[in-house]
């Protein structure tokens, strides 16, 4: 996949997508780190994972720093997973989750953040590209645990059918999530921000949030919806 003006997010994914591809060739990671939560205890696969993120970013000649955070006005703090730097200029903040936390978090954290970011002035701290890379299967899958649903609600057996086609509709329209404050069993409507608004927002060119699943294929753009296709693994 090429995306068209954007040479530098490109050649990240591309470099991103080879060494994944690498990594389940070498068995450092297998499909069950993506498809299963078999290996969530400990955050294992979440430490291969942006392990590789780190790793890709070194290869590009970035400089790479997993331990600075980000404060607020109002109070509030975040630690990215992972920041690649060129020089001063902060390129990536990318942001990773696993089988274990690839659910309404995605919105209600991550995405959060990224709101909460845009309130306040980060002067040159603000990356060029923010990203979103989350971990939901293409496929049917069993006995999937996930912050939002028990398996007695009807939402469930939805999900299950297929997260990854599930969730990137969650993510456009919030009324499929239940609230995460709220019981399994008492679920309701949310007022959780669609992705759309920012993705596709008017400072965009300024402030490029991209949402990206990982799957045992490939990465795969979810939005902005424009510049959705796939880095298929070799």
Known sequence: MKLKGFAELDEFLDRLADNISLAKKTNKITDEHLRTT????????????????????????????????FYFKEGGYFLPDVLLWKGKDLRFLIEYESTNSSDSRVIDTDLQHYINSMTIDLGQTFPEYWLLIYTLPDSVVVDWPTWDYGKKDMMYTSMTGNPHRFYKEAFKNPKYFGDPKRSKSDRHITEYPGVSEYTESTNWKSRKLFFINLTISGLEIDFPERFSGKYYFK
């Open 38 to 69: 078999r290996y969530n205890r400990g955050k294992v696969a979440h430490k291969t994972i942006c392990d590789i993120i780190s790793s890709t970013g070194a290869e590009l000649n970035y400089d790479r720093d997993e331990n600075k955070g």
